[in-house]
């Protein structure tokens, strides 16, 4: 098994796309309800996502569009339920199955969360949070360095919303993040709408929590709406997916261009779907943005 990560990949970018990532439009979520409309106007859109987990079968009608749309367009595949904070090993039918899927659609890039969703052989439906420290830190690298090993590529782990901190936790999560990357050489994938809800829920500044941020790992970006449960003992954001990008985030993303530098970048959407034109305007949104943040630094 690796204990650093190595592409043996021709590839020029860092973000995992076979090209400068200034010559990468922004990206939307692929879901069914859009599959025709897809195929039909072939709209100007960078990329589409996928949920791994919404396509290991060998067969059915995702696989099918997909391939389809795979034909047309660069497609990324987020992974929701590999676990990796979880202290129980991989399950390697589950990791198998996304090797084959990996396999065979060839993704500009493969991510996945810092977070676990299983217990023994029960899968939870959730991404639910690790405490930072030392004994976690080595058992996601171990499951990092697994997982990168058995797809051959390098792997983008995704910074996670929370909405609890461990007494336990010993070190920062830029810390243990930092650690995670130096250690594994796996890329990370920002999403700027989990560090607005995560910094709202524990009372810390996004802004500094982005100044501190590992940018040169950043191989991509998510964007995505939340909801504001307006608890009046603790309100909380959550980190929905069923609305459109809100303002705080779209600031949150200016500041990140301007420290990372542009980077491809996804508009998350998984509730409440609005049309796939309201969703591809937010892409040409973020690409509006990314555009004038090029400007500024030149």
């Given amino acids: 098994m690796f204990s650093r990560f190595k592409s043996s990949g021709s590839r020029s970018s860092a973000s995992g796309f076979p090209f400068a990532p200034s010559q990468v439009l922004s990206g939307v979520s692929l879901k069914p309800a859009y599959y025709h409309e897809i195929l039909e106007s072939r ?4 990329f ?3 949920h791994a987990e919404n396509y290991l079968s060998d067969g059915g009608p995702g696989p099918f569009y997909l391939e389809k749309i795979r034909s047309l367009y660069p497609i990324t595949i987020h992974g929701v339920g590999m676990s990796i904070g979880s202290e129980t090993a991989i399950d390697r039918d589950h990791l198998d199955r996304v090797k084959r899927l990996v396999d065979r659609f060839q993704p500009e890039v493969f991510s996945e969360h810092l977070a676990w969703s299983t217990h023994g052989p029960a899968y939870l439906n959730d991404l639910l949070p ?3 420290n030392k004994r976690t830190l080595d058992r996601v690298c171990y499951h990092i360095d697994e997982l990168q090993d058995h797809l051959k590529r390098r792997v983008l782990i995704e910074n996670p919303s929370t909405y609890i901190a461990f007494k ?13 990357a130096s250690r594994t050489g796996c890329g990370l994938l920002l999403d ?3 560090v607005e809800v995560s910094c709202f829920n524990h009372d810390t500044d996004p802004y500094d929590y982005l100044n501190n941020f590992p940018h040169h790992e950043v191989g991509q970006i998510h964007l995505a709406g939340h909801t504001l449960d307006e608890n009046p ?3 909380l954001k959550i980190d929905s997916h069923d609305a459109a990008v809100d303002q705080d985030v779209w600031s949150l993303y200016q500041h990140t261009l301007k420290l990372a530098g542009d980077m491809p970048t996804l508009i998350e959407r998984d509730g409440n779907l609005p049309s796939l034109a309201a969703l591809i305007q937010e892409a040409e949104h973020a690409d509006a943005l990314r555009k004038m943040m090029k400007k500024e630094v030149v």
């Fill in 43 to 46: 709209p100007k859109v960078g």
């Fill in 48 to 50: 589409f996502e996928i």
């Fill in 130 to 132: 690790v405490a930072y």
């Fill in 168 to 180: 336990t936790s010993d070190m920062s999560e830029i810390e243990f993040i930092s650690e995670m």
């Fill in 192 to 194: 700027v709408n989990n």
């Fill in 233 to 235: 003992v603790r309100p």
